[in-house]
């Protein structure tokens, strides 16, 4: 099965977790990339195929297929955001189609997988492009993010975070709750992190 168009992440590169206090919020930065003031011992880092360091931002044309890599160093469930040049969002993982987001130390995740029945296939709109994983030791409940409609294999992500700004807003809701309850517990500050890979679709 195809998707129709590729998912885009956050509009904005990573910055590296600074040292705070171990109750600090989670930040936004200037390009709204939620970002984790605490250092922390987890690390994850995502990938596209055309740039293994995920340093560089390479170029893909409307047609061609690119595959999404992500790999932590401890065991730890990944969400993956693809962020278009328009600024809508696309939630890649979890999905229907991929099995579960949980991934082991070490392990590197292809997304699609081989033998996945769906492929990831460019297509418009033109420009920048960014892929955003948030890993976290604990499952996160992504329901102010997204929902899946029924039949549907990808979730849909909610108007009220379909834009940079308002997703690093709403995942901000998600690892830190004001009110944390038994679905929506808040998550230690050492518990999860981001990274984003960049690429662009090119005429």
């Known amino acids: 099965m195809k ?12 910055l590296l977790p600074l040292a705070a206090p171990a109750q600090a919020t989670p930040r936004l930065s200037a390009q709204s990339i939620i970002v984790n003031p605490v250092q922390t011992n987890l690390s994850a ?18 047609g061609e297929r690119i595959r999404l890599y992500t790999q932590v160093n401890e065991d730890a469930y990944v969400y993956l955001f693809n962020v278009n040049p328009d600024g809508s969002v696309d939630q890649i993982l979890p999905n229907r189609l991929s099995g579960t987001n949980f991934v082991r130390r070490g392990e590197i995740r292809a997304f699609p997988a081989a033998g996945d029945n769906f492929t990831f ?7 920048l492009n960014k892929v955003l ?14 929902s899946f409609q029924a039949g549907q ?23 830190n709750p004001v009110t944390p ?7 230690s500050q050492q518990d999860w992190v981001s990274d984003t890979a960049s690429y662009n679709v090119a005429y």
Do not use: C, H, M
């Open 3 to 14: 998707k129709p168009a590729i998912l885009t992440t956050l509009t904005a590169a990573l």
């Open 45 to 62: 880092q995502v990938w596209v195929d055309r740039d293994p360091s995920g340093l560089q931002t390479p170029n893909y044309r409307v």
């Open 121 to 127: 296939d460019v297509a418009g709109p033109y420009g």
């Open 133 to 146: 994983v948030v890993a976290s030791r604990r499952a996160l409940n992504l329901s102010e993010i997204s």
């Open 153 to 175: 294999p990808f979730a849909t992500v909610k108007p009220t975070a379909n834009s940079p700004q308002r997703l690093a807003q709403a995942l901000s809701i998600v690892v």
């Open 181 to 187: 309850t038994p679905t929506q517990p808040a998550i």
